[in-house]
């Protein structure tokens, strides 16, 4: 079963405010939500995560998406690399080169 969830990230600063390691004396620990939603779930021992958007509903629905195509290949109802294989070499790296 996936989840939504906001990933915290933990790091350290000195009184300079560089990064420093735990445990550096003076250190001041601070914690970050990121700014994304990621959808979360266990496949066999392996924890996924997958970065999928700032909106909420948005990333809930992408979610659904994810899951079920991932479900559909298992089934064996769908290629997973059936999305791309209908596409040329060309217009990958048009729509890479557009997106940078």
């Not at 298992?74 to 040329?88: M, Y």
Request: hydrophobic share 35%.
């Amino acid at each position: 079963m996936a989840s939504l969830q906001k990933i915290t990230f933990v790091f350290w600063h000195d009184a300079d405010g560089k990064r420093v390691k735990a445990g550096t004396p003076g250190a001041k620990k601070h914690i970050e939500e990121s700014s994304k939603w990621y959808a979360c779930w266990r496949d066999g021992k392996r924890q996924r995560r997958v970065p999928l958007c700032t909106d909420k509903e948005a990333a809930q629905a992408m979610m659904t998406d994810l899951m079920r195509t991932k479900d559909r290949a298992k089934a064996g109802l769908l290629n997973p690399r059936q999305v791309h294989e209908d596409r040329n070499l060309i217009e990958h790296l048009e729509e890479f080169v557009t997106s940078q």
